[in-house]
Structure formats: structure tokens, C-alpha cells
């Protein structure tokens, strides 16, 4: 057979196969009900997405603002009041909003401590929230594969009850070819409803964007695609595989829905409680207590040999050494808090990471990681951000000190008294935070989409060992 | 007694059955003939409510089936063309479950491996599983099902196709013995000859309706068949 | 009467058969092995969990106490002269003990059913550490939980009976008509004088008795045999409702199964309708409700609250100013450090601190109300609505029996502030009137008790809910009954 005809018949098949399945109404019902929620995931994701991203530009400038127009205090006070940096929504955020739900968005740069992120959006949702948000990515992760299992699951094995399988094969289509087809045809009903939804897509992560900022979310829409892309072809040979091996299409029917159940929505959870149970994270208590009791080895050392003192904040600390007391304080502690979140963020990231190797047996596990990482809304990026605003609560501190060692050190007991002159305040940079760019976002993310072609890989080996073998 | 009266079955456009009225007293076997559509499975099915007519009426031993379906169910045993049972059971398993069914107590072991046993049915062969049956032996059962009824009429669908010459007549002289004791039989059929053979009256279905009645007595076997032939081809 | 003792003879009949046809087939073996294993793992879990709360809250007791018995000592031996203090750390100075010192910790315990929901526990804290600083410096840390697991969500008994059981139930009864139908046996059983319903109803009540019987009581009797506090009478009257909540949510997915039986179509059709249904109701309906019901009345701007929050601190900075900018003089007399005559120098700077975060808790509080309001009004929603989706009303039923819904969260915060008042009433004359702490004081101090929710609420609220799904399963049954009448036997 020429190539010409290698191609012409799996198209021929596929049509066949896509008119049948807008004829019998299931493209219609269950494809309807997908695009519908696609759409409105899509349109309730950037009208989020639009009134978070102004707020939060406005309050961030306000902030600022509001900083640099203090009227003249002690600077130490200042450093109590401290400003809010707020973090940027990353525009694909319409498409994943991953742990955005989970995790806060407001950190309170202040004086002595590192502080968290607070306002989990989650915590002002009612409990419904946990079973679910809507979006675009949990659209196409979870119910994706339950279209294509209602397209496909009767593909080879309903063809082989009525007789059709045999009378095809016998006019010299091979099994390649009739594999090839029918995986077209499934592919092309996906078109047809994700077609319209990612330009819907398109529009609403570009709009009102700079234009660089349109081209590393051009990408990341592009590795999104690829991501989901392959995630959805699995699927699809998955099925076929199923399909043209079982005997019967009720047979093919349950085992999918089987699979499907145990793949989407058992194993997450079990691997989520597995990877608590074997990395557990710690209580606040714990984790608190062991950086306090670390804090403080710190600091008795550093107070001992900076100031020959046993306490900390003792009353054999002369307030004209404030000043440098401040700094000293800061800076033993950093090192220990780096550490400990540190170590608490990196058994986080093991934690997912171990899950994306599971994404092997389960890719969703692989492709929801993917998706958030390319996105801009996992972990990796808000670990990034909460680095970054430590820094410049750092860098605030370390100014406000400094002033306090040259101005109010000298004034011995009256350190206190000490106002600073408004000019200081303008010293202290705007916190100025860029998201990620994409070329990291791939970087970071390699494992999970190697998994995920892996496992395609493997998929279309067995969609095709079961069409040599089993078709008849 | 099984009696129609007018009975006419449409679905849609097609009239599967037009005005058929017949009697079968206590004692009689009627024979329906009738190619594949006539209606004869379609009046079988209104006798047993599976399907309401569309006018006239259905009745066993005086009672409307579709006023009474319970009580008409007690007076009439059904064997269909196909007896299908419960695969993972054995056939001593599904008589008992039919045969509680049908009488509305269970019946004593003793009672139900006999009345296999009549039907030919050997003891080892009841205890199976269904799903190791041939059509006949699954036939035997249904036969034993509605024996254990003991109900006054009784309804065969096809009841020798499929089946070899030598259990066709089996069936046949079973028939004869349930008339013999008053009860009144309709069964539907292809075969001639043995539509000859077995039944005391022959009825002629075309496209629904009942176009000859005739005594068996009165007619021969080759008489029957030329009957049969000009009907059709009318 | 004799048509009712018939009636029941065949329904027996029925019930027997139905029972050894699927004994022998393995499906129900499968199932009932499927189901088991999944209960027992999901209560595995949730009582994990459960006791990690536990143990994290007595150790928090014991720090408290542990505390207390320091400070009482320091205390002491600062009264009998053999000890000096830290300025910050003062037993004497109800600045140090109402604020990190001496700080009361609340807790709310796990209630008896708390293993089998997980519900919002992993998202809210189970205990708060008050001090009479603003309440925006504690109520809003919560437990440290990876984001990740978050959302993934908890394979805890909720999940097993409100996702998974319709599912085993699916697995039982799609087919149960259509099988016979398409077997070929319905004719045979319907030429008996049987009534279809009557088929139905038995072979349901078989299904009902072995996946729901089994799914309903083997929760209650492991949790009756490892979880003490369930024997006890008003926590075994929670557990039987929640049974009863599990066992009608089951009888809704049956009579849905025979509802679609009654349609008549093929078994495989059936199946998709079923898994359609499903997908609707417990997959897409709470993620739709949870989308309108945000939009309704959507959350409070938490960047607002950052906003106003920083200008009531700009405005409290300047207004304690002279407070703020006097200096410490522990430095030039240490002996300002001791009590003298029941009386203590509290140093300007830290009235000052307290004044300050006592204004930016008044005038921040409307603005958190709004946040709760919001939040209850939500919820509210969400019992309104819920009825939309069995397994929307299932879900927040259990969670409310496991005392782990926001409601009884929100409760918990709305005592805490109460409590966060009443330490402050306590704490504020003492250090404007620069009153010394006493080891008297330590037992008179405010203690946090818990007042839980009264149980006839938590029981109305569980009765409610399951009258709502029986209401729904009956008109399935009439339903299904009415059309069964029109069923295609042949």
C-alpha cells in the first residue's frame, strides 16, 4: 500500500467513527456537559482572576505610599508597623488555580520574625470547597478521560459484537490502521469541544497583559497544551487498548469506569495520606518549639560574643547598644529560620515530587504537577515569592538598624526618644516582585512531563499489543 | 378456558393483531399456524399481559387478563420457545425457585426431583448448573415448571423447534396427557405434521389475523399442508 | 390478609433466590470485599488523624501548665528576693503575662464522632494561644499542612460513603431488571403469578441488606469497639443518626438504580445513565454550588483587611506616640523590676504597644464580623441549596456529626474572642493602674471552657437532612412504581 493510503484510511475510519458518535447523542450529551463547564470554569477564572490582580496592584502602591509618607517616629516602630507586600495572581492562574485556594497571598513584613502567609481564600469558603473548585484544569484532568471513555469504550469491542470488526478486517484494513482511525477519531471529537474552550482560554490569560509578559504566557499556554495534549492521548489509547482487548463492551465498560475511579479520584487521596504518613509534617507546636529552642542557642551566642551578655534582651544590655542589638539579633536568627522553613519547604516539595514519579502508575498525579508548575500556582512559585518578601523584610530591617546604630545608639539613654526623619522611610525600595519566568517553570517541571510521555509511550505499546492480539 | 375476543394489537402503524377471536375449551390442544410476523407470539404475549391489546379482550377461565393478572397467572402455565434460567444455578435449584414461585409455597425436594424425573430428567442432570444444558434439557425443566403449576391452561410457544424427531415426540405424547386431563392448550408452531399430529383444532394466522379454524380430525396431512400453502401465498 | 401473607411468602421467595444468584456469581463477594476494604482503610485514617489532634492538644496543655508552674516559681522566688527577672520576661508585670508568658491557650476537642470526617480540621486550627494582643496576631495561623495535600483531599469514611458507596452500589444494581430482561428469565418469572414490583422490592431489599447493611454497620461497630467516648448515650445516639444519614443516602443511589431499571432500557445504557447521574450529583453539583454560592456572596476583600488593618496601625502609632518614645529605665535602676506594694512600673513603651493593638482590635472588629457574617451566610446558602445534590447534603450531614464542619469552627473562633475579651478585661486596668501579678492571681485568671454545641441542634440538624434524602428516595420509588406499570417485559 502507498503512504497515500496509510493516511487516507485511518482518516476514513475516523470520520466514520466521529459521525457516529454525533449521531447517537453521546458527543453531544456528554461533550455538551465538558464544554459547558470548561467555558464556565474559563469565564469565572478571569473575571477572578481580573478583580484580584487590580486589587492587589492598587493596595500594593497604596502600601507603599503609605510607608514612605509616615510621619517622623522611631525607626524600630516603624519596622513594627512594617508594610504589606501582596502577591502578583499569575495570569494562568484562570486556567490552575492550583493551591491558590490553600495558600495565602498577604505577608506582613514586620519587625524580629519571619512571618507567614496568612488568609487562606479557602478558610472564608464553606466546606463544599474542599470537594472541589471549578477550573479549567480539573475540568480536563478528571472528567476529560470520562469523555473519552464514553466515547471510545465500545470502539473495537461493540464493532466486534455486531459483526462490523470482522467484515472491515477482511476487506484488508490493517490492525495498525484501524487503531490509527479510531484513534483519530477520538482525537478529533476532543478537537471539536476543547477547540472553542482554548481560545476562550487564550483570550481570557492575554488580556490586559504586557507584551512580555504575553509572551512567557504564550508559552506556558503552549506547554499547557502539551501537557494536557499528552495526558489526553494516554486516555485515549488507554481506552482503545481496553476496548479491543475485553471481550465484551460491558466488560470494556466497567473495567474504564474502574480505572477511571481508582485513577482520578481514589489514588490522589490515598497517595496524599501515604506521603503524610511517611513524611509527616510537623504541628505548628513542634515545629515552633524546635526553632525557638534553636533561636535560642543562636542568640545566647551571638548576645555572648557581641556583648558579653548571658540574656537576650537582658537588663545588662545598655540601651545605647539598641541599636546594634537589633542588628545582631537579626542576623543570628536568619540563619536558623532559613534553615528550619527551609527543611519544611524542601519535605513539601519531596512530597510532591515522590507523587509525580507515582504519576507513572497514575499520570494524573504527574499532570496535575505540571499543570500548576507551568501555570505559576504550585508550591515551587510560592515558596519563591515568600523568599523574596523575606529578603526585602530583611533589607527593611537591616536599614532601620542601621539608621538606629548611626543615629540613636549615641544618644544613650534617651534612645527611645529618637524620631527619624521622614527621609529614611523613602529608603526602603518598593518591594518589586516579578513572577517566575516560563524557562524556569519548564526547568522545574521536566520529571513530571518525562512521566507523562513515558507513560504515553507505554500506552500506545499496549493499545497496539492489544490489537495484534486480541481484536477477534 | 382460554378465550379471545376481537383482540387487536397495534403498535404504531403496524397491526400486529385484527380481530382475533378463538377458544380453547378444557381438553383441547389448538394449534396456531402462521409464518414469522403472523401474530402468534403477539397473542401469546396478550394472554400472558406482556403486552395490553388494543381493543377486545383476553380472558382465562372467565377472568380478564388484564383486569386480574394475578389470578389469570395461577390458572396458566407458559412455556416459551426458548426456556431461559438462571445459569449459575442448578435445574433442581431453578424448579425450586419456579415452582415456589408458581404455587406461592415451596414445594417438598422429594416432589420436584420427581417431577424432573418424569420429564426425563435424571438426578445427577438436575443437580448441574443450568449453564451446562442443552436447549432440551432446559426445555425439560420449563416443562417440569409448568407441571408443577398443575394449572388448567397452558401456553407453548414453538415448542419442537430446535428439537431431534425422537424428544419432539416425547413432547407430543406429554401434551396429549395434560389434555387428557382437562387442560386446555395453545401452542404455536411451524411444523405441520405435528400441528397434525398433537392438536385437536388448527387455527391459520396471516399478518394478524385468523384466517382459517379448522377441527384436526377433518383434514389430512396433505390437505393440511395445501391449506396452509394457499394461505400464505394469498 | 391472605393476600398479604401471600405477598410475603413470595417476596421471601424472591429474596432467598436473589441472594444465592449473587452469592454465586461473585459479584456481591467482589463488592462486599471492595467495600470493607475501603471502610477499613478510611477509618484507619480518620482515626489517625484524629489522635495526632488529640495528642497535639494535651501537649499543648502540658506546655501550659508546664508554664504556669514556671511562672509561679520565678514568682515566688522573686517575692522571697532570690531571684531578679528579665524586663521582657517578668512574672510580676502583667505586660509579660498577659502577653507570650503567661498566654492561656484555647482548645477545642474532638467530639466522639470525630473520626469520621475530616471535614475543615486540617484547615482550621483546633487551638488558639491568646494573648491580649489583637486578635489578627493569632487567629488567623493554621495548622501546617503541605498545600499539595490540601487539595488533594482526605481518603477519610465521608468520602468512602458519599463517593465510592454509590458507586459499589451501581456495581449491583445497574442490571437489575435489564439483566433478566435481556437473560431471557423475566418472562419466566412474570408468567408466575408475581408482580413486578413485587420482583423489584425484593430484589432491592436484598442489594439494601448486604452493601448498605454493610457499609452502614461496620463504621458503627468499629467505632463503637476502638472509640470509647461513641458508648456513651448522647454520642451513640450521633452515631446511630449517622448511620441512619449513611444508610438512606445508600437507599437513594438503589432506588435511583431501580428508577432507571424502570425505563427499560439495556443494561449498558443503564450503566452510563447511572454513571451520568453520578457524575452530575456528587462530582459537578457541589463544585457548581460552590461556584454560585461565591458568587452570591462572595468573601470580604482579605486585601482590604491588610489595607485598613496598616491605616488603623498608622493611626495608633501616632496616636501613642509619647507613650512609645519613652525610653526603658530598667538600664539605669534593675530595681524598677521588682513589685512593691502590690504595685509595678509598667514601662510606657509597652502600654503603649497594648493601646495600641487594644484600638486596632475595636475598630477592626466590624470589618471581621463582615468576614464571619459572610462566611455564615454562605453556609446558610449551602443548607438552602444543598438539596440539590444528595451527596451535597450527605457530605455537610457527616461532617456535622463529626463536629469538623466550619460551622462548628466558626463557633470555636467566636468563643475564643469572647475568651480574648474577657483575658483583656482581666489584663488592661492591672497594667494602666501598673498593678503587680500575685501568685494568687494564676487561679484567677480567665480559663477558657468550651461550651459545645447542644446536642438536640446537631441532632435536628442530622434528622433534618436525612428526612430530606428519604423524601427524595420515596419519590424515586413512586417513580419508579408508577412506571414499572409501562415496563417492556418482551
Redesign the interface.
Known sequence: MSSKSTLRVPAWIARKDFSEYLRDGRLHWAGGLVLILLLTALAVGWQNQRAISGERAVAQKLDYSDWVSQNTRHPHDAAHQGMHVFKPEPPLSVIDPGITPYVGSTLWLQAHRQSEVKFRPAQDATGLQRLGQLSAAWVLQVLGPLLIIVLGFNAFAGERELGTLRQTLSLGITQRQLLWGKALGLLACLAVLLLPAGIAALVASLWGLTSELQMDTTLRLLGLGLGYGVYLLIAIFVVLAVSAWAKTSRVALVVLLGMWIVGTLMVPRAASDLARTLNPSPSRLEFASKMNADLHTHYQQAWKDNFGVDKRWGSDLPLNKWGVALQVDDHAGYSVTDKHFGDLWHAFEHQQRSQEWAGLVVPILALRSFSMGIAGTDFANHRDFSVAAEQHRRLMQDLMSADLVKNADSLDNKHFAYQADPKLWATVPRFGYQLPGVAAAFQNNLLSLLVLLAVLTISVLLARAACARRLL | MLSAQNVTKTFGETQALNAVSLTVMPGDIYCLLGANGAGKTTLI?VF?N??QPTTGTAQVNGRDVTAE???T??D???I?E?????G??SGL?NLD??A???T???QPGVTLLRLLADVGLDETAAMRRVATYSKGMRQKV?IA?AMA?EAKAL?LDEPTSGLDPSAANEFSQLLKKASQNGVAVLTTTHDLFHAKQTATRIGIMKRGQLVAELSSADITHSDLEALYLQHMRA | MRDANNSWQLFCTVFKHEGRVLLADRTLWLVASLLLALLCYALFNGLAHTQARADVASVVLKKQADQQVKNLDLLNRMMAGKATPEPFANPADPASIGSGMGARYAVLPATALAPVAVGQSDMFSHYYQVTYRSKLNFMYDSEIENPWNLLSGHFDLTFVMVYLLPLLIFAVSYNLLSAEREQGTLRMLLSQPLGLRLLVLAKLAVRAFAVIGLATLVPVLVLLVIRPETREASALALLILWALLAGIYGLFWLALAAAINALGRSSAANALMLIGSWVVLVLVMPVLLNLVVGQISPAPSRTELATRTRLITIDGLNRYNKLLSTDYRYTDKPEILLPKDGKIEVPPRRKGAYLLQRDVDNEITPVLDQFDRQLAGQQALVERFGFVSPAITAHEGMAALAGNGSRRYMQFQTQVGAFHTQWKQYFEPRMMADTAIVPADFDRMPRFTWHETPKAEVRSDAGLRAMQLLLLTLALGGFTAWRLRRYPVV
Open positions: 404475549n400472558l406482556f403486552l393478572p394475578l389470578q397467572k395461577r396458566l402455565a407458559y416459551p426458548q426456556v431461559m434460567l438462571y449459575v444455578l435449584e425457585y419456579f415456589a414461585l408458581a406461592g409455597q415451596k420449563g415448571i403449576k401456553l
